[in-house]
């Protein structure tokens, strides 16, 4: 036998309160010989001998009535097994639905997807619970949420529920869930508790929090029957789209510009005939297309496409694939900023003018502006040269990037060396969003750069080191398959670009103590870092570890200079832009005109639907609107309510200017519907497909769980397993009987003989 409420024994002690009473009061007296009551003692011993027999009786009944009421008050209960013929055997239930909602639940699983499974057996779960039981239903994926039902008791209202449950595009993680469960089981009052957790059983789902999972399912174990439901057979075949990345050239009006997307097989199997496409804005007829014949198990492959940018602005790319078994991860959203012309700060700090071709700058010039001479002022990158003895703050205002080859920094200033202020100047330009590239060279001094630029203000990726100097009949080689399959440079492991393993290096920059953030672009053949990133503040840094010129390496008069300082220049002006591309679940944040500060907005979400978001809050004096639902991807809009509904005509709606943008030039031009946020599937959820075993949860899990297989016969969701008998209602009753029992002893010993 077991107690609900343990503590409530506690009140048996009352018990000792009429026995207390009994002896506190019992008459007290001496013996006094007299004569003439002899003649009554045989009498009164008669009549003594009845009383305190019925004292006794009433004693016993009085501490039996509040000691079963103690036991009542604990709420005792017996576990006993019984067969699982029919439904709705033993008393009530609170259960607990704990639904996985993340989009590998959309995987198909037969003839219905795996989330079908999941809510078929929670309907059979609940046809088959007694009367009076409770349910509870709990969609989790990294982050849980109490669906309801409003009333626990309710279960027409939870079958409607299930009914309307969708997936999240989310990475799985059960421990959320668990927690939740754990809060809602304290509120229910029936002696059986049941937690079901619906899933496919990802092996990533247990292994995100394993051990403060585990722990916190054992602890449940004690308190309430566990059953793992798997809703998953087999694992799916799979291909998603994780990424795009910046191929060829700049995002800008005119032209077709390329870009890499990232395809990955997540299935054990190889798939083929992959179809891939790309489009700007939801335009199809535009789209380009290719199709990937095969691709390996645990394989990401850069498929180049090209895409038509007619208009300055905001623009969204959408790659997608052909249809597989999981399609929630078969499209991929992201905003580019397109612009007319791109501005760029190039500081040289071995300018020659006498010799232009020995500037430090003279082949990275040529490779910003790829044209001939006379069509210079007409193309889309438009460098401004200057030395660092010309390079004063005010130059930063109207560039978008900035680039310093060969140039020394000085804490004190110099004709030779950038300032301080300068330096003060450039390191808020990319904290504000802009981007910075720095090539090295025999000016760059470690010390200088590391004590402005690391110490200060922590603006490089790494620590720099010495100048390593390589054998000269060793020199160094850029490796294309160390290039990150996931970064800018991804598509330089691909022919023709994978031919920069021809370049030669015989000086480089050693670096140190790499920041947590940084990320190593490309390395050399031994492994030292070539190319290196950094994000700071909202914008981005890359330090390219080798010179711009020949003097340390014959890289700029190769061909693969020119597309490395395209991709890279891309990749940041992309980076300016990441404030408006999500991972599902992140909030989104945007800053509106100030003039628009005291205007109602409206969110278009990805179904169509709309949602007010009344006027923006202010956050460190700016306008600032914030979005936390967006668990579902897809693209979402921001826009003024009243442009909506007063001017529908309008071809565009106005939006901040990004940073750089000056009026009547960069100024993006969004969607006439509102201000694009791409909102793009957590791929850390497709990433591993695996499932684990009943043998390998048990193990996990540290207990054995009843392990259930949605699909199968539903009587086994009868519950053999949850046959709690409560004795409350049983030992009311018996402390009914004895309160009348008492009153009536009572009422028989106080009458006058």
């Given at each position: ?16 309160i ?23 003692r ?7 001998r ?79 619970l ?93 308190q ?53 496409s ?25 498929v ?8 300055p ?21 992201q ?20 010799e ?23 193309y ?32 004190g200033?110099?004709a ?13 330009f ?83 103590n ?86 109602n ?25 914030t ?28 939006a901040?200017t ?22 793009v ?16 949860l ?17 009587s ?38």
């Open positions: 036998m077991s107690f609900l409420a343990p503590l409530m024994l506690l009140g048996a002690l009352a018990g000792s009429p026995i207390i009473l009994h002896f506190f009061y019992r008459s007290r007296y001496r013996k006094v010989q007299w004569a003439a009551m002899e003649f009554l045989k009498s009164i011993e008669q009549t003594s009845r009383l305190k027999f019925q004292e006794l009786l009433l004693l016993i009944l009085r501490v039996a009535v509040l000691v079963l009421l103690a036991l009542a008050l604990a709420r005792p209960f017996t576990r006993t097994v019984a067969d699982s013929e029919g439904s709705g055997k033993g008393d009530a239930v609170d259960a607990v639905f704990i639904m996985d909602a993340s989009y590998s639940m959309n995987a198909s699983d037969g003839p219905v997807t795996r989330l079908d499974r999941a809510r078929s057996a929670a309907l059979a779960v609940i046809d088959h007694p009367r009076d039981s409770t349910v509870q239903i709990i969609a989790s994926a990294d982050r849980a949420s109490t669906l309801g039902p409003r009333s626990p008791a309710n279960l027409g209202q939870a079958r409607q529920i299930l009914q309307d449950l969708t997936i999240e595009h989310l990475a799985t993680d059960h421990l959320p869930g668990v927690n939740e469960a754990e809060a809602a089981l304290r509120l229910g009052q029936a002696p059986n508790k049941e937690i079901y957790l619906f899933s496919d059983m990802q092996t990533s789902g247990f292994d995100r929090q394993a051990t403060a999972l585990a722990e916190k399912l054992r602890l449940l174990s004690q309430a029957t566990i059953y793992l439901v798997r809703c998953g057979t087999r694992m799916p075949r799979n291909a998603a789209v994780v990424g795009i990345v910046p191929q060829s050239g700049i995002p800008h009006t005119g032209e077709r510009v390329g870009f890499s997307v990232l395809v990955r097989n997540s299935s054990r199997e190889p798939v083929r005939e992959i179809a891939v790309l489009e700007v804005d939801g335009k199809t007829s535009e789209k380009d297309a290719q199709t990937i014949a095969e691709l390996g198990p645990g394989e990401t492959r850069a180049t496409l090209t895409a038509k940018l007619d208009q602005g905001l623009r969204v790319l959408t790659a997608r694939l052909g249809a597989d078994e999981l399609p929630a991860d078969n499209r991929f959203d905003v580019i900023h397109v612009r007319d012309q791109v501005r760029v700060l190039v500081v040289d700090g071995a300018i020659n003018e006498r232009p071709e020995k500037s430090a700058t003279y082949f990275l010039m040529h490779s910003l502006r790829p044209v001939a001479e006379p069509a210079w002022g007409k889309h990158i438009q460098p401004r040269l200057v030395s660092p003895r010309e390079a004063s703050p005010a130059l930063l205002a109207d560039k978008d990037l900035c680039i310093l080859a060969n140039v020394a920094v000085s804490p200033g110099s030779e060396s950038l300032g301080p202020e300068f330096v003060e100047r450039l390191v808020e990319v904290r504000s969003g802009h981007g910075l590239l720095v090539f090295a060279g025999a000016n760059v001094n470690p010390a200088d750069y590391n004590r402005l630029l690391w110490t200060r203000q922590p603006l490089l990726p790494a620590q720099l080191g010495k100048v390593f100097t390589a054998p000269a009949d060793r020199p160094l080689h850029i490796d294309p398959n160390s290039a990150d399959a996931r970064g800018f440079l991804a598509g330089f492991r691909e022919e023709p670009l994978d031919r920069i393993s021809q370049v030669e290096v015989d000086r480089c920059l050693a670096v140190e790499p920041d947590e953030s940084a990320r190593v672009a490309i390395r050399y053949s031994d492994g030292q870092p070539a190319v290196l990133a950094r994000k700071f503040g909202e914008g981005e840094v890359v330090l390219v570890t080798t010179s711009a010129d020949p003097l340390w390496t014959n890289w700029p008069i190769l061909p693969t200079f020119l597309p490395f300082v395209h991709v890279t220049l891309s990749h940041l002006l992309h980076e300016q832009t990441q404030a408006h591309n999500h991972v599902a679940g992140e909030p989104l944040r945007w800053h509106p005109l100030l003039r628009e500060s005291a205007s907005f409206l969110l278009t979400l990805p179904d169509g639907s709309q949602l007010k978001l009344g006027a923006p809050e202010t956050s460190q004096g700016r306008p600032t609107l979005v936390t639902e967006t668990t579902t991807a897809g693209v979402y809009l921001i826009a003024a309510a009243q442009d909506i509904d007063a001017d529908p005509a309008r071809t565009a709606l106005e901040p990004p940073p750089a943008a000056t009026p009547g030039t960069n100024a993006a031009a969004p969607p006439r519907d509102g201000v694009p946020f791409a909102v599937p957590d791929v850390r959820e497709s990433e591993n497909l695996e499932s684990l075993s009943d043998e390998q048990d193990a996990v899990l540290g207990f054995r769980p009843i392990h259930l297989t949605a699909g199968n016969d539903p086994i969701f009868a519950g053999a397993e949850r046959l709690n008998w409560e004795w409350t209602k049983w030992l009311l009753v018996i402390l009914l009987f004895l309160t009348l029992g008492e009153s009536l002893l009572a009422w028989f010993c106080g009458r006058a003989w």
